[in-house]
Nanobody, 126 residues
Framework: EVQVVESGGGLVQAGGSLRLSCAAS????????IAWFRQAPGKEPEGVSCISASDGSTVYANSVKERFTISIDNAKKTFYLQINSLKPEDTAVYYC???????????????????WGKGTLVTVSS
């Protein structure tokens, strides 16, 4: 059974940093990708970043590529999203999601993902 569990969210001041973690299990990393999405209150989910488990290639939304970094620890089966210079508009529930059977990151679109975590809340105060 595929399990995806996010952690690391919390309340931070603008300008601060967080590292979100996504512990994944129940699938083989080869030919899979994992992505981070976020959903702010009253808004549609927004794709943030994606990483290929096979070659480590990454994709970032234009709005976050200069501040966010996605990475993977193969031994721990854990993915990370390092968020720097947090802004109030980063406030959202952050989700990690897995797409199975692909080797490269697809468009950061909800329908392209197969499995989802429950989310972790990031709140950025002014």
């Amino acid at each position: 059974e595929v399990q995806v569990v996010e952690s690391g969210g919390g309340l931070v001041q603008a300008g601060g940093s967080l590292r979100l973690s996504c512990a994944a299990s129940g699938f083989t990393f080869a030919d899979n990708v994992i992505a981070w999405f976020r959903q702010a209150p009253g808004k549609e989910p927004e794709g943030v970043s994606c990483i290929s488990a096979s070659d480590g290639s990454t994709v970032y939304a234009n709005s976050v590529k200069e501040r966010f970094t996605i990475s993977i620890d193969n031994a721990k089966k854990t993915f990370y999203l390092q968020i720097n210079s947090l802004k109030p508009e980063d406030t959202a529930v952050y989700y990690c999601a897995v797409s199975v059977g692909v080797s490269k990151c697809p468009h950061l679109s909800v329908p392209n993902m197969n499995y989802w975590g429950k989310g972790t809340l990031v709140t950025v105060s002014s």
